[in-house]
Nanobody, 125 residues
Framework: VQLQASGGGLVQPGGSLRLSCVAS??????????WGWFRQAPGKQRELVAA???????QVVDSVKDRLAISRDNAENTVYLQMNSLKPEDTAAYYC??????????????????WGAGTLVTVSS
């Protein structure tokens, strides 16, 4: 099983990126699970920024909910993160993961699987 995140890069403030995460080896269970996007900025802990339920219901943390959107394509075993109006503080390594839901979003949603390499987003002029 493998989580392959892609789509990161260097972008100017105000720009957009669309991250993709292909979950290989999860074909039989992908559609039944919650999936999420996490990010880890330099010197900070990894944090969950968006989650999407098996029925497609998205949840995004308040600090970025007007700029980030999560979606999924069950046929392609892929989760997306659309990032608009990017700011320097969005600079981080971004990871996707299958989620264990133990309570309220986002504090009690946990990544279940190996994290993979992630994809680096750098917002800078």
């Amino acid at each position: 099983v493998q989580l392959q995140a892609s789509g990161g890069g260097l972008v100017q403030p105000g720009g957009s990126l669309r991250l993709s995460c292909v979950a290989s080896g999860f074909e039989d269970i992908f559609s039944a699970n919650y999936w999420g996007w996490f990010r880890q900025a330099p010197g900070k802990q990894r944090e969950l920024v968006a989650a999407i339920g098996s029925g497609g219901w998205p949840q995004v943390v308040d600090s970025v909910k007007d700029r980030l959107a999560i979606s999924r394509d069950n046929a392609e075993n892929t989760v997306y993160l659309q990032m608009n109006s990017l700011k320097p503080e969005d600079t981080a390594a971004y990871y996707c993961n299958r989620l264990s839901v133990a309570g309220t979003f986002p504090d009690h949603y946990y990544g279940m699987d190996d994290w993979g390499a992630g994809t680096l987003v750098t917002v800078s002029s």
